[in-house]
């Protein structure tokens, strides 16, 4: 959306407009209960309803959601689910509620255990050359349109392997939101990431790693620095994680063997 501003130079002022993201709240109910409440940006909200149901372990697959009925409030927008049997009944015996400003996975979690769950460990023989590393990076610009607008939002891609550009690229304000809605994408597709590479433009927490291992992903890129709980962390999962990448070098600091230089 337009938002009206004043720019204010050296020289003198100028009165104009700029485009700004939207961020909403986004509720995700399960039959009728709310399980989370996250700050996000608008779009590809089915996407996001399946990517975020399996990051976070409501779902293993997404045919375990029979429907998504997207509802619009006046301060904010519903997606409200309905769960096969099996599943709504495993989300009764573990419901937590959690609301998050842009996209935190961890607030409100209400032991320490769970910010901390065991990760997937990931297998994967995969190989990805250095050069197509960089040419990922260097073609995401172009497929953030609403970054380019508003330099204002994060985004998640994937790269297959052999291909010549990226499947799937989702924006949000919030980085895990964005990784969230690529996992929704390619799981509504039948696919997950085992067959290329996730890049982010974001850094990587201990979250992002999570979610990469919930879809298979053995390969991370990510253009900002880890934390150390995520490198502990993307070792334990068998995970690639490559970090601090810009167009001429990046930094590989776990599962290096699968990154062909």
Not at 102 to 118: H, Q, Y
Not at 183 to 210: H, K, N, P, Y
Not at 211 to 235: E, F, G
């Amino acid at each position: 959306m337009k938002v009206s501003r004043l720019v204010v130079g050296r020289s003198g002022v100028s009165n104009g407009a700029r485009v700004v993201p939207e961020e909403t709240p986004i509720a995700f109910t399960y039959g009728r209960t709310t399980y989370a409440v996250m700050m996000a940006t608008p779009y590809d909200l089915e996407d996001f309803a399946v990517g975020f149901s399996l990051t976070e372990g409501v779902i293993a697959s997404p045919d375990e959601i029979t429907e998504i009925e997207i509802v619009e409030h006046p301060k904010g927008v519903e997606l409200r689910m309905t769960l096969c049997d099996d599943r709504d009944v495993a989300l009764m015996n573990r419901r937590r509620k959690l609301a998050g400003p842009v996209g935190c996975g961890l607030c409100g979690v209400e032991s320490l255990e769970a910010a901390i769950a065991p990760v997937r460990r990931i297998t994967s023989d995969i190989k990805v050359d250095r050069e197509t590393v960089f040419t990922a990076l260097s073609r995401l610009g172009a497929h953030q349109k609403l970054n380019e607008e508003t330099r204002a939002v994060h985004g998640a891609g994937f790269w297959p392997l052999g291909a010549n550009d990226f499947h799937a690229v989702r924006e949000d304000v919030g980085r895990h939101n964005a990784l969230d809605k690529l996992c929704g994408s390619l799981a509504r597709e039948g696919r997950d990431g085992r067959d290329g590479f996730v890049v982010l433009t974001s850094r990587v927490s201990i979250e992002m790693v999570q979610k990469s291992a919930a879809m298979n992903a053995a390969v991370m890129v990510a253009v900002s620095a880890p934390t150390a709980l995520a490198v502990d962390t993307a070792n334990e999962a068998g995970i690639t994680l490559a970090a601090i990448a810009r167009d001429d070098s990046f930094e590989v600091f776990t599962h290096a063997e699968r990154i062909a230089a």
